[in-house]
């Protein structure tokens, strides 16, 4: 060792360089030693003491292997015979086993000298370092389940140093809310300038008492602006990490997009109301048809037990025949009703779409109606140009047979008059048709307006369904109804569709 350190100095100052190579040897906090070729210790520093806990004399003369981990020995033979071959080595890492049964990690580095035939070696404890690896390792590994996570979450995940007022966003901002990571403020404000105006001052100010208070957990619903200016539906979760003092210093947490499920719940509520509405009217539709059903089937029932009774009488024959046939014709009457409601009901058909002129079908209503028009007197007064609707030409049919029926069988004491008019825009088409017939009490039929077998006045024949098939019909073409009306003042209804856009025109429909 002497010989490396020293080479290129001067004789006269070769006991001075020994003197303070004695001192290196002596105060270095590394252990530094020789090995010959055979594998044994030469010379040791006394920093083996610290470093394995042996004085140098104890390993003096001692082959290296024989302090060295099994596991480890084949690796360092390698090495070794690598670098007597002339490789010089850095931070070669190895386990050695103390004094005291311990195994301590150790990095050496190490040059082989071909003169002196020894090898000289410098050799430090490896914990520290193993330890900042294994810590950088699983910092890395941390990091990279975090990317993971947040690629494979349609969570937005976000982290909020409080100290230094920065928030960091996971890749699932974007691909949730649409921003680019890069364009959006990396302060408090890319979050709170995108809570919805109405949620905004609640959410926030959860977020401050949690973070000035003593807890750790947060939980808030509210809206979140998108890239696009829409609004998400979002449950945002915080968890708030304090120092030793409870000074919060940190907050991270992760937003999930809950717009669909709310949607789905909403849909399925509205779905739900619509059943328990269905229900209602079923209910009162069976009384109603169990009460028409039992008139006819008991006046059969009395025509067949007077037929048993007289049976040998031609009169008795005729009359039972004569009334049989009038309860079958009822009977019959009440089946056709049920199967008309039903069928608008039950959405088991299809519909059918096609470019309907309203002229022509208004055409088609007031022809078919020519008798009644002619006995009345009836004005009916149709709309001016042509006004096409993407619609089921049997349906609209109904609504305005419906209507302008009962504006004639409804009538006042004056000629019925109807006057229909046609409000046509891009986005819509308006239907009014005005009558000035008896009138409606809308105060007291208001909520029994379109139901089933429902009639307003006993002055005048009916069954009841004509407005109930009218506003079924017309739910079946997504389109709304709405009345206005006055008893001795006539009716007003107003019925709206929505146009279709092209990509739609062309689906048949259920009925729902």
């Not at 003197?19 to 290196?24: A, C, M, N, R, V």
């Not at 082959?63 to 007597?84: G, H, K, W």
């Not at 311990?102 to 410098?122: F, K």
Request: glycine letters at 6%.
């Amino acid at each position: 060792m002497t010989r490396l350190l020293v080479q290129g100095v001067k004789p006269g100052n070769l006991e001075r360089k020994k003197t303070e190579l004695e001192k290196i040897m002596a105060f270095s906090l590394d252990m530094i030693c020789t090995i010959n070729e055979d594998g044994c210790f030469v010379k040791v520093s006394a920093a083996s003491v610290a470093v394995l806990g042996y004085q140098p004399d104890e390993l003096t003369g001692t082959p290296y292997v024989q302090f060295l981990y099994p596991d480890d020995r084949e690796s360092t033979v390698n090495c070794v015979e690598a670098i007597m071959a002339g490789r010089m080595v850095h931070n070669f890492g190895n386990r050695y086993i103390c004094k005291d049964g311990t195994i301590r990690p150790m990095l050496w580095s190490s040059n082989w000298d071909p003169e002196e035939r020894v090898m000289y070696c410098i050799a430090r404890d490896g914990s520290a370092k193993i330890q900042s690896e294994a810590l950088r390792r699983s910092l890395e590994e941390s990091n990279k389940r975090y990317e993971y996570v947040s690629k494979a979450t349609s969570d937005a995940i976000w982290d909020w140093n409080l100290e230094k007022n920065t928030l960091y966003w996971g890749e699932g901002f974007t691909t949730v809310f649409g921003y680019n990571l890069d364009e959006i403020a990396s302060d408090i404000s890319s979050w709170t300038g995108y809570v919805h105006p109405d949620d905004a001052a609640a959410v926030v100010s959860s977020v401050y008492q949690l973070i000035d208070g003593g807890e750790t957990n947060w939980k808030k619903e509210y809206r979140y602006q998108r890239a696009d200016g829409s609004f998400a539906d979002v449950v945002d979760r915080g968890f708030v990490i304090r120092d030793t003092s409870g000074k919060a210093i940190r907050m991270v947490g992760a937003m999930h997009d809950i717009s669909e499920r709310k949607k789905s719940l909403a849909e399925l509520k509205q779905f739900a109301d619509d059943l328990y509405k269905r229900n209602r009217e079923l209910q009162q539709f069976g009384y109603v048809v169990s009460h028409n059903l039992r008139l006819p089937v008991a006046n059969i029932m009395g025509i067949a037990n007077l037929m048993e009774a007289d049976r040998d009488s031609p009169e008795t024959l005729d009359l039972c025949i004569g009334n049989l046939k009038a309860s079958v014709g009822s009977l019959d009457e009440v089946i056709r009703d049920l199967s008309s409601i039903l069928s608008v009901t039950d959405g088991s058909a299809e519909i059918i779409k096609e470019h309907i002129d309203i002229l022509e079908i208004i055409h088609k209503v007031t022809a078919d109606l020519n008798q009644s028009i002619t006995e009345t007197q009836a004005l009916i007064h149709g709309p001016e140009g042509c006004h096409l609707l993407h619609s089921h030409k049997a349906y609209l049919y109904s609504i305005f047979y419906n209507l302008i029926s009962n504006a004639i069988k409804y009538r006042s004491g004056q000629a019925p008059t109807v006057l229909i008019t046609v409000d046509d825009s891009p986005e819509s088409l308006v239907i009014r048709l005005t009558d000035n017939g008896i009138g409606i009490d809308l105060q007291r039929h208001q909520d029994n307006l379109f139901r089933p077998y429902t009639r307003f006045t006993n002055e005048r024949k009916g069954k009841g369904l004509g407005l109930f098939l009218v506003k079924s019909h017309v739910e079946a073409l997504q389109g709304t109804i709405t009345v206005q009306s006055e008893p001795g003042k006539g009716t007003s209804f107003e019925i709206k569709f929505l146009k279709e856009k092209e990509s739609e025109s062309s689906t048949a429909k259920p009925i729902e």
